[in-house]
């Protein structure tokens, strides 16, 4: 699976849009990107995640680049239970029991 | 639907102690896996399974073993617990994939505490 980089903290004002940028520039075609988060002492939990075209869900909004080289997160309306360390994940679906966890970005909102 | 069910969520143990982790998914998930995060690290993977009867390695798998002898079951034990061992586990599950193509989720436990002295 496909190396990610992510920046390792960022800070976010409540009530204001967070984007977490993610960058991924060596994914392969069958390779979808995955986000998830994961609040203290609690089991991460998932986001949402796309493969070519932008995605939307009730959590958040995926926008990936045409070359698909990177991608940011965009967390529309934060709030503090947003606090917490978000994680981008590159992986072919067939390696579904798998998952590479980096570092991640520990994201704060203040209010 | 309870999803992923870990217990016990604390346990301290004295070194060289056994003991085994309980995992549990009402999805009829086919995957499942454990994961081990140390403290400000990302989790790291220990073993998985495909389907009842199948097992493998992942990342970490030094020092536990695991069976699946159900689609619901996948306890995780640790043979004989280090304090090396101390880390907060996770269990996952999720749907295989037949066509290469589809994303699936992934769904975690709320984790198991293990402290070994």
């Known amino acids: 699976d496909a190396k990610t980089t992510q920046p390792t903290s960022m800070d976010c004002a409540e009530g204001r849009a967070a984007n977490l940028p993610c960058n991924h520039s060596?994914?392969?075609?069958?390779?979808?990107v995955y986000w998830y988060r994961q609040i203290h002492s609690q089991g991460p939990q998932y986001i949402i995640h796309?493969?070519?075209n932008n995605e939307t869900n009730e959590m958040a909004s995926l926008i990936i680049t045409e070359d698909r080289k990177s991608s940011t997160l965009i967390l529309p309306h934060a709030t503090l239970r947003d606090t917490a360390v978000y994680y981008c994940?590159?992986?072919?679906?067939?390696?579904?029991?798998?998952?590479?966890f980096g570092a991640g970005t520990t994201v704060t909102v203040r209010a | 639907n309870a999803g992923v069910t870990q217990t016990p969520k604390f346990q301290v143990l004295k070194t060289g102690q056994s003991m085994t982790l309980q995992c549990a998914q009402d999805?009829?998930?086919?995957?499942m896996s454990w994961y081990r995060q140390d403290p400000g690290m990302g989790l790291r993977l220990i073993h998985y399974?495909?389907?009842?009867?199948?097992?493998d390695q992942g990342e970490v798998p030094n020092g536990y073993n695991v069976s699946r002898s159900t689609t619901e079951d996948f306890p995780l034990r640790l043979l004989s617990a280090a304090p090396s061992q101390t880390s907060v586990y996770f269990c996952?599950?999720?749907?295989?994939?037949?066509?290469?193509?589809?994303?699936?989720?992934?769904?975690f436990g709320e984790g198991s505490w293990l402290t070994v002295v």
């Open positions: 996952a599950s999720s749907y295989s994939t037949t066509d290469g193509f589809s994303g699936n989720t992934i769904y």
């Open positions: 060596t994914i392969s075609g069958n390779e979808y």
């Open positions: 796309g493969l070519k």
């Open positions: 994940i590159v992986r072919v679906a067939v390696n579904d029991y798998k998952l590479s």
């Open positions: 999805m009829n998930h086919e995957y």
């Open positions: 399974s495909v389907g009842a009867g199948i097992t």
